[in-house]
Structures are given as structure tokens and as C-alpha cells.
């Protein structure tokens, strides 16, 4: 088993060093940093490059669009990578991180781990081997999963019209896309509640109004999935009401404001009508 670590940055994040140097404290070295770099200016190639050290790094470009990046890693990667892992520019990893992934994952083609930040463990599943369904598999995060080349080759890469920085309206949904996707060919899963991914909230160094601006975008791709996939309306309509519901039953720390935001981008995705970044207020 060979990690390929696939990395898409515009080099905003002030904690890329951070990433990088969790990778640098691996107890297994053996394993493959690929680093597409959306800066325009190299600069996140040059960052890379002054604090990778003995890593094994290969670079990439592309236009701008996480994942378009991704896929330009995956494309590039050599043929020795068996398994892809997905980390954000925020993200960081224990150092036993590689060895236990190889250890007890080598056979699946998606392992999922839990990922933290700053509000808590996000989703759990019961038990370590998955059988994915169409509610389970939102619970899966791109930066807290690890995928199979075999898998990839299989149902095909990330689709370029969503995700943060597509060109698209729908800033979200391309790994749940890709996992829906994935259920054609019955996937190994494995779930791992021990192997962590950190990371920080969604609305990390961002202002009010750029928050709910992400998350009116963010809403918009899980309607549109819901719409492409032919959820059944009930499951639409509680997927509508979840912002609200998490809020009245305190679920989540975000306020009433930022819930009508992330519904008002769900009922934009699912009706496939935009408004174009309008308020819901």
C-alpha cells in the first residue's frame, strides 16, 4: 500500500506549514505528497519547497477549482500509489498517521476517519466495516476519507462542476457525489474511529457576511445532489429543515441566521432555481 497525499491550494491558509510538518513527523516515510499549486503566483510551490525536506513531492497547476486540483494530483501521481488521501490546506495528521492507515486498510477501497475541529468530532458510524446507503454517506468528509486507485479508475475522478472554487454554482458535494457514484460497484468500507484528521470549522478566518455567503454556496451543491439523485421529497424536505432543526435542538453552534443561509441554498439546489447570492432575508 502506497499513500499518495493530494493537495489543492490557492496558499490562503495560514496553517499549510502546519500540514506539512505532520507529514514530515511520520513514523512510516514511505508515501507521496502531490501538490497542486492554484496561486497563480507559485507561491504555494515555493512555501512547499522551503519546508517539505525529505518528503517525496511531485507539483502540479491548474485552474482554479479544488477539484480540478485534485484530479491534476490524481492524474499525476505515479503508478506506485495504491490509495489516495484528501486533506485540506487546514488539515494536520498524528504522526502514526501512515503506518495505521497501512496497517489495518490496506484491502478497502474508502476508509473513512473521524475528523475534528473546532466545534468537536464530527459524524461516527457504529460499526468498522460500512455498508454505504444514501443517507449514511453524507457523513463522510473529503478531507477525513482515503480512496483506492482501483475505486477511482472504477467510477472516475471528481466532477469538476462542483466544489469549492468550480466555476459552477455548487461549491460542495463532489466527494458525496463521487461516493454515490461509487455504489454501482460495492465498495470495501472500512470506518477507523481511532485515526484522526484535525482541521479547523468551516467558517474559519472568514466575516460574517463571507460565512453565509459559503454557506448559501455550500447549500447549493447538497440540494443539487439531492435533486440529481432523486431523493425521495421527504428526505428533500428534512434535508431543507436540518439547518434550522440544529439550531433549535443545538446541535451545532451556528445561529439562526447562518441556518436560513445554508436552507436557502439547499431549496436553491434542489429546485435548481438560483437567485444569484440573493439574501434570504
Not at 67 to 89: E, I, K
Not at 109 to 122: F, I, M, Q
Not at 159 to 169: A, H, Q, Y
Request: glycine share 10%.
Amino acid at each position: 500500500m502506497h499513500l499518495c497525499f493530494v493537495l489543492s491550494s490557492i496558499g490562503n491558509s495560514d496553517h499549510l506549514e502546519d500540514l506539512v510538518n505532520s507529514l514530515k513527523q511520520q513514523t512510516d516515510g514511505n508515501f507521496t505528497l502531490g501538490v497542486c499549486d492554484q496561486s497563480l503566483d507559485a507561491s504555494v510551490r515555493r512555501r512547499i519547497e522551503n519546508s517539505e525536506g525529505s518528503l517525496h513531492v511531485f507539483h502540479t497547476v491548474s485552474p482554479r477549482g479544488l477539484s480540478r486540483g485534485r484530479n491534476s494530483v490524481m492524474r499525476a501521481a505515479p503508478l506506485t500509489v495504491t490509495h489516495f488521501v484528501f486533506p485540506n490546506d487546514t488539515s494536520t495528521f498524528g504522526r502514526n498517521f501512515v503506518a495505521d492507515v497501512k496497517h489495518r486498510h490496506k484491502n478497502a477501497d474508502v476508509t473513512v476517519l473521524r475528523y475534528v475541529d473546532s466545534s468537536g468530532s464530527r459524524h461516527a458510524f457504529a460499526s468498522a466495516e460500512i455498508d454505504f446507503d444514501r443517507r449514511n454517506i453524507w457523513y463522510v468528509l473529503e478531507a477525513a476519507m482515503v480512496l483506492s486507485r482501483r475505486l477511482i479508475e472504477s467510477v472516475g475522478m471528481f466532477d469538476e462542476g462542483l466544489g469549492s472554487g468550480s466555476t459552477g454554482p455548487f461549491q460542495s458535494g463532489e466527494g458525496t457525489d463521487l461516493l454515490l457514484r461509487s455504489r454501482a460497484v460495492l465498495p470495501t468500507v472500512h470506518w477507523d474511529d481511532e485515526l484522526l484528521v484535525s482541521g479547523v470549522g468551516q467558517g474559519y478566518g472568514l466575516s460574517v457576511s463571507q460565512r453565509r455567503a459559503k454557506l448559501l454556496a455550500y447549500g447549493r451543491g447538497y440540494g443539487h445532489l439531492l435533486r440529481k439523485y432523486n431523493y425521495p421529497m421527504y428526505y428533500q424536505i428534512r434535508s431543507l429543515m436540518g439547518p434550522i432543526a440544529n439550531v433549535i435542538l443545538r446541535r451545532r453552534h451556528e445561529g439562526v441566521m447562518d441556518a436560513l443561509w445554508s436552507m436557502w441554498g439547499r431549496a436553491e439546489g434542489i429546485s435548481g432555481v438560483l437567485t444569484h447570492g440573493k439574501s434570504p432575508h
